[in-house]
């Protein structure tokens, strides 16, 4: 299946592993890269710039196909020095670059000199336009049911996607709520030269988090995800649990009162990063989109990329054939 994305990114499938925060690791990565598509490093799930850099080159290490690091712009409880994990990853020799929360306007000088394709994260029409007029060489177009931040305009991917069809030139995947062939299908028809998939790569053998979180989210049906942060726009979907029913709960009480303050001991990263390590899925917060609902097995990346590329194949060369009588 060739698209602009496979074209741009020079991968076999049009199927992105998108950043996801402390699961983006080199094992699951280079699982993906070496089952075709694009898998992503998330770079702040390393602690500093120069562990990025070992984790870049302990991925080269594992696969010789394009792989991508991603770089998310958003607030965060400490500072981050961006520019120097932008720096590294334009000194890695890694070409591809995922850009998400803010614009990536600041650091483009940095990712052109050094050669790199950037894909911005975009949950609105607008920031596509935008990213587009930065000189970024692709979109991943997020929409409401997807996990980590859907922004704060809640336009579902069905409205979104063929909105940004609409009004940009560069090719775009979408992202949030895909994970099997259907959604590959249906995201092509709307527009797009492919999908970014998150919670589903969750799922798969490689992924390198607990078996307890893979196996919750198998449990799990469409609606267990919960949002959170509503309150100081900076939306999150994230797994139904605990502490996300404590969180949304402190912000009811709090109303427009509430500070960063009053719910960082239970949104810290650092308390999510544990529930991968450890597997009690009620310990933090952690992401998942609504895809979660059509997530039913833990099979590995290879496994998953071939059944989502053949079945879509089957899709287009049969079902949809039929129906306007054009099946080989
Ligand atoms: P963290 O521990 O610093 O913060 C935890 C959560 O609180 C994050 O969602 C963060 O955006 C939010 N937050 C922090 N300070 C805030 C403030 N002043 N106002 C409003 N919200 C605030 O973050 P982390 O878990 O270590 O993650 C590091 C980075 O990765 C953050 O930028 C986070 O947003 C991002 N992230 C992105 C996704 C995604 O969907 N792309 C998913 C998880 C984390």
Redesign the pocket.
Known sequence: MKTRITELFGIEHPIIQ????WVGRAELVSAVSNAGGLGIL?G?TQPTPEDLSKEIARTKGMTDKPFAV?L???????P?PYQEYADVIAESGVKIVET??RSPEPYMPTFKAAGIKVIH?CTSVRHSVKAEAVGCDAVSVDGFE????PGEDDIPGLILLPCTADKISVPFVASGGFGDARGLVAALALGADGINM?SRFMCTKEAPIHDNVKQAMVNADERNTQLT?RT?R?T?RVFKNAIADKVIEIEREKGADLK?ED??EY????R?KVVFEDGNVDHG?W?AGMIVGLINDVPSCADLVSRIVAEAEDIIGKRLANLTGTAA
């Open positions: 998108g950043g996801m925060q998330t702040l991603n998310t712009i958003l607030p965060t409880l400490r981050v998400a929360g994260k997807c996990a980590g931040h998150g942060n100081l900076n999150s960063i719910l960082a949104l810290s990263g650092q999510g917060i992401s």
